[in-house]
C-alpha cells in the first residue's frame, strides 16, 4: 500500500527493485532514505523520498475500509497471475472494490475499449458486444470512460452479466464524474480495479499505463472506433506485444473515428462483427460462431435443372419454350415440363405459345443483379 502511494504505475526501474530486493527492503530504503537504489538519478531518488516521507499507509488502508475497497498484490490468492507477464512493469498491487474474485473473473474475460467521442454506430455495437459477451458467461473488461467504454458497461451490465471497469485514479473518486452512477453499479454488480491509492487523481499518463492493466488481465482486446491518435490503441498494441488476440470491429471509411481500426485490421489484428465472432476466437475449442448466411428465398429451394430453366427466361418479355430449352441446356420437352413447374410455384406465366416471368421472380433477380 506504501509503495502505491510513492511508485507511478508502470515504473520498471521500481519492478526491477521489487524483483531483486523485495517489497519490503525497497519500502524501507525509500523510508529510511540514505544511498539511493541503483538505475535513478540523485534528483529522482529525491523526488521519491520526498513521496514517502508523505505517505499514510495505515491512512489510506482505513479510507480504503471505509469505501468498501481492499487491496490486492502478488503473491496474494486472488492476484491474477497474468498481470505478471508485464515483467518488471507490473502492478505493485490493485485496489479493488466489489465483491467477486478479480482473479476468477480476468481467466474468462475480454477486453473492449474505444473512442470517447464515439458515433451512434460504435455506441450501439459497443453496447451490443457488452451484452452478447455477458450472455455467453464472459467478463467484458473496458475503463469506464465516457463513449465506448461506458456504452459496454452498460450493455453487459442490462444483460445481468459480469463487468469490470479498470480505472487511471482512486476506485473510491469515480472518473470521470459524470459516471459517478454508473461506476457505482459497476461496483455493486461487478468490479472496479485501479492500481492507485484512494484519492489519488488521474493524469495524461496515466490513462496510457492503465491501458497495460486492461490488456494484460484479459484473453483478448477488442477495439470499437479509435482515430490515429487513441488510447484506444495503445491497450490494443499493449495486447498484442502480451501475445493476447487483438480485434477490431470495421466502420465507415469515410470515418476518422475508424481509421485507426482499420490501420489495425491491416495488421494482425481480426476482424470481428459480434460478441460470437469474439468468443470463437478468445474461446475454448468448440466455441464457434454461426455460419453467417443470407436469408434463404424461395428460388433457392428449387432443384438445379429447374433454376437452369428459371435463369433461362428473359428478364423482360416472353420467350418460347425452344428458346429457353436451349439456355437452360435440355430438351424442349423437358423444359416444358419445369415451365409448368415453376408456374404452379408462382415463379413464371404463360402468355400464348411464351413464357415471362412474374413479378415474384423478378425480384430476387434484380438483388441479385444489383450486387454484381
Known amino acids: 500500500m506504501f509503495l502505491t502511494r510513492v511508485v507511478e504505475p508502470g515504473d520498471e526501474v521500481a519492478g526491477r527493485w521489487l524483483r531483486e530486493h523485495g517489497a519490503e527492503h525497497v519500502a524501507r530504503r525509500l523510508r529510511e532514505g540514505g544511498r539511493r537504489l541503483p538505475g535513478v538519478t540523485d534528483k529522482r531518488w529525491a523526488g521519491l523520498r520526498a513521496r514517502a516521507v508523505r505517505a499514510e499507509p495505515e491512512r489510506d488502508r482505513a479510507v480504503a475500509e471505509e469505501a468498501g475497497v481492499r487491496f490486492v498484490c502478488p503473491g496474494m490468492p486472488e492476484w491474477p497471475t497474468q498481470l505478471d507477464d508485464l515483467g518488471d512493469g507490473r502492478p505493485v498491487g490493485l485496489w479493488v472494490r466489489g465483491r467477486p474474485s478479480l482473479r476468477m473473473w480476468a481467466l474468462r474475460s475480454v477486453a473492449v475499449v474505444g473512442a470517447r467521442a464515439c458515433s451512434q454506430y460504435g455506441a450501439h455495437v459497443a453496447a451490443d458486444l457488452g451484452a452478447g459477451l455477458a450472455e455467453r458467461g464472459w467478463v467484458v473488461i473496458s475503463g469506464g470512460a465516457y463513449g465506448v467504454d461506458g456504452?459496454?458497461?452498460?450493455?453487459?451490465?442490462?444483460?445481468?452479466?459480469?463487468?469490470?471497469?479498470?480505472?487511471?485514479?482512486?476506485?473510491?473518486?469515480?472518473?470521470?464524474?459524470?459516471?459517478?452512477?454508473?461506476?457505482?453499479?459497476?461496483?455493486?454488480?461487478?468490479?472496479?480495479?485501479?492500481?492507485?491509492?484512494?484519492?489519488?487523481?488521474?493524469?495524461?499518463?496515466?490513462?496510457?499505463?492503465?491501458?497495460?492493466?486492461?490488456?494484460?488481465?484479459?484473453?483478448?482486446?477488442?477495439?470499437?472506433?479509435?482515430?490515429?491518435?487513441?488510447?484506444?490503441?495503445?491497450?490494443?498494441?499493449?495486447?498484442?506485444?502480451?501475445?493476447?488476440?487483438?480485434?477490431?470491429?470495421?466502420?465507415?471509411v469515410t470515418s476518422a473515428l475508424s481509421a485507426g481500426v482499420h490501420e489495425l485490421l491491416r495488421g494482425d489484428a481480426v476482424l470481428v462483427s459480434d460478441a460470437a465472432d469474439v468468443v470463437e476466437l478468445v474461446g475454448e475449442i468448440g466455441e464457434l460462431a454461426p455460419d453467417r448466411r443470407g436469408p434463404v428465398l424461395p428460388r433457392d429451394l428449387l432443384d438445379p435443372v429447374t433454376a437452369q430453366v428459371l435463369a433461362a427466361l428473359p428478364a423482360g418479355g416472353t420467350a418460347a419454350a425452344d428458346a429457353i430449352a436451349r439456355g437452360a441446356g435440355t430438351t424442349a420437352d423437358d423444359a416444358v415440363g419445369r415451365l409448368y413447374e415453376l408456374r404452379s410455384l408462382g415463379f413464371v406465366e404463360r402468355h400464348g405459345d411464351g413464357w415471362k416471368l412474374t413479378r415474384q421472380a423478378m425480384i430476387p433477380v434484380r438483388r441479385d443483379c444489383g450486387s454484381c
Open 151 to 252: 456504452a459496454v458497461h452498460r450493455g453487459a451490465l442490462a444483460a445481468g452479466g459480469a463487468t469490470v471497469a479498470v480505472l487511471a485514479c482512486g476506485v473510491d473518486r469515480p472518473y470521470p464524474r459524470g459516471h459517478t452512477q454508473l461506476i457505482g453499479r459497476i461496483a455493486h454488480q461487478g468490479l472496479v480495479v485501479g492500481e492507485l491509492p484512494p484519492g489519488d487523481h488521474p493524469t495524461p499518463s496515466r490513462f496510457i499505463l492503465r491501458n497495460r492493466v486492461i490488456a494484460a488481465l484479459t484473453r483478448g482486446t477488442v477495439v470499437v472506433e479509435a482515430a490515429y491518435r487513441s488510447g484506444a490503441l495503445v491497450t490494443a498494441r499493449a495486447a498484442q506485444r502480451l501475445g493476447r488476440h487483438t480485434m477490431g470491429v470495421p466502420g465507415p
